[in-house]
């Protein structure tokens, strides 16, 4: 997969994110529970077992593709998703210095349904490709229609 719009592979891929998501949308909607969620993208194969090293045992990885990973952080806000997500992209870098990396965060502090988390995530990762974002994380904080 070589880098380049999601628009045509988020409706691809959405269901992934979407079905993946929803026990912890449960434990959401029925004790509070906050979760965030982040997608990695790199024109290049992805070193999953660099990923798994880095997260924590209540946190899960889905290996999309091989170039496209989705990580939920269980019992996180958005802060919490944020850091970890650095983290990861940090020590991905460190190894891996002269791969671009893609990366949208959000949480559902600011997406309450299931089918926004994944368009929500997938936006924010087209415009990391489109704007050349690489090795950055975009978050619920980027304001997408403000930039031309």
Do not use: C, P, W
């Amino acid at each position: 997969m070589h880098t380049q719009s999601f628009t045509n592979l988020s409706q691809l891929y959405s269901n992934i994110v979407y079905n993946e998501s929803e026990n912890y949308f449960y434990d959401y909607e029925r004790y509070g529970a906050h979760f965030s969620t982040a997608l990695f993208y790199s024109a290049e194969k992805l070193d999953l077992n660099l990923f798994k090293e880095e997260l924590r045992k209540t946190d899960k990885i889905v290996e999309i593709t091989d170039s496209l990973f989705y990580i939920i952080f269980n019992m996180t806000d958005i802060d919490g998703g944020l850091k970890a997500t650095e983290n990861i992209l940090s020590t991905y870098e460190k190894k891996h210095f002269s791969q671009k990396v893609y990366t949208s965060v959000s949480s559902t502090q600011s997406s309450h349904q299931k089918e926004f988390l994944s368009t929500h995530l997938f936006s924010l990762l087209d415009f990391a490709i489109k704007e050349n974002k690489y090795n950055e994380v975009l978050d619920d904080f980027h304001d997408l229609y403000s930039y031309n």
